[in-house]
C-alpha cells in the first residue's frame, strides 16, 4: 500500500505512479507552477520557455531562441526567466503568451531567479541583483558571493553560498532594500537549492542533507541525510526534493520538523527542479528525452 492517495493513479511497488506530463523537452531544467498550468525551461542553445495546462495536454512554446534560459518563476501575469550566457538578460512573457520583454542585463551568467510583489530578483557571477518587474535599472544587492539559488519573501533575499572550499558553504541574507548581507549558516558542504516558509530557510547540500534554519538565524537542524538532493521545495507541512541521479533518481519528502523521509517517486533519470501545489509534486527530469512530471503528494 501507499499510504496517501494516489488521485487515481495506481499504486505500485508501494509508490504511487508517477504522471508524464510532457516528454522531448531537451534539457528541461527549472519548473514552476499556477494554479493552471506548469511551465518549464528548455535548456539549450536556442532554447524555449513551455507551459501545459496541469491537468495534462499539449506543451506550448511561449518563448523561442533563447539563449540557455536556466530558471523560471511565475506570478498572476507574467513567466520570468534568466538566460545563462555571459551579459544574459532577465526576461519575461505574460503568461498567455505574446510578446517577451527585457528587464535587465543579468550580468555574467545569471543563474536562478525569484519574484516578488514588485521585482525580480537574481543571482550572477559573485552578485545578487534586482530590477522592478517592469524592467529599469538593476540594483545590486550583495557582491563577493557564489550565490547558487535565490528565494525571497516581503522583507529579505535568501540565497545558498558555494564556497571555493566546499566546505565554508552559507546561507544568506539581505535586505530588499540592500545593505549588510548576514550569514545564517555557516560551515555548509556546498548548499545549492533553497526554499521558504513563514519562518524558515530550507536548503539542500552535497554532504546529503537537508536542512532548516530561522529567518532569524541561530541553529540549523538537519531534516535529512544521506541523499543526494538538488532542488528543495515546501508547503506547510513538508519539505520536498530531488536527489539528482542517473536511472536512479528520487522525489522525496520528510516533515518541516523532521523525521524519516518518504520517497514519492523512484527511477528517476536526473531529476531537477521541483515544484508543489496543493496535490502534486513537479519536477523535471534532465536527461537527453526531457521529461516533465508530477506524482501526488
Same mark, same amino acid.
Request: aromatic share 12%.
Given at each position: 500500500m501507499c499510504g496517501r492517495s494516489c488521485l487515481e493513479q495506481p499504486c505500485t511497488e508501494a509508490l504511487c505512479e508517477p504522471i508524464v506530463l510532457a516528454t522531448g523537452q531537451p534539457d528541461a531544467s527549472a519548473i514552476a507552477v499556477d494554479a493552471d498550468s506548469v511551465y518549464w525551461t528548455n535548456r539549450v542553445y536556442e532554447g524555449k520557455v513551455m507551459k501545459l495546462p496541469i491537468g495534462g495536454g499539449t506543451p506550448v512554446s511561449l518563448v523561442q531562441e533563447q539563449n540557455h534560459p536556466i530558471d523560471i518563476a511565475v506570478d498572476a501575469s507574467s513567466v520570468y526567466w534568466v538566460n545563462y550566457a555571459q551579459m544574459g538578460d532577465v526576461m519575461k512573457v505574460p503568461v498567455g503568451g505574446g510578446t517577451s520583454m527585457s528587464l535587465a542585463n543579468g550580468g555574467n551568467y545569471p543563474s536562478r531567479i525569484a519574484v516578488s510583489a514588485t521585482s525580480i530578483y537574481w543571482t550572477s557571477s559573485g552578485q545578487v541583483k534586482k530590477v522592478p518587474i517592469a524592467g529599469g535599472a538593476p540594483t545590486t544587492l550583495a557582491e563577493q558571493q557564489n550565490p547558487v539559488d535565490i528565494a525571497v519573501d516581503s522583507t529579505s533575499v535568501y540565497w545558498t553560498h558555494y564556497d571555493d572550499d566546499i566546505t565554508m558553504g552559507r546561507v544568506m541574507k539581505v535586505s530588499i532594500g540592500g545593505g549588510i548581507p548576514t550569514s545564517l549558516a555557516e560551515g555548509q558542504v556546498g548548499p545549492t537549492g533553497i526554499a521558504l516558509d513563514a519562518d524558515n530557510v530550507y536548503w539542500a547540500s552535497d554532504d546529503g542533507t537537508v536542512r532548516r534554519v530561522s529567518k532569524d538565524g541561530g541553529g540549523h537542524t538537519i531534516l535529512a541525510e544521506r541523499q543526494y538532493p538538488s532542488a528543495v521545495a515546501v508547503d506547510d507541512v513538508n519539505v520536498y526534493w530531488t %536527489? $539528482? @541521479? /542517473?536511472?536512479?533518481?528520487?522525489?522525496?519528502?520528510?516533515?518541516?520538523?523532521?523525521?524519516?523521509?518518504?520517497?514519492?517517486?523512484?527511477?528517476?533519470?536526473?531529476?531537477?527542479?521541483?515544484?508543489?501545489?496543493?496535490?502534486?509534486?513537479?519536477?523535471? %527530469? $534532465? @536527461? /537527453?528525452?526531457g521529461t516533465v512530471m508530477k506524482v501526488a503528494k
Open positions: %536527489n $539528482y @541521479d /542517473d536511472d536512479t533518481g528520487l522525489v522525496m519528502k520528510v516533515a518541516k520538523d523532521g523525521g524519516t523521509p518518504i520517497t514519492l517517486a523512484a527511477g528517476q533519470k536526473y531529476p531537477t527542479s521541483i515544484a508543489v501545489d496543493a496535490t502534486y509534486v513537479y519536477w523535471t %527530469n $534532465y @536527461d /537527453d528525452s
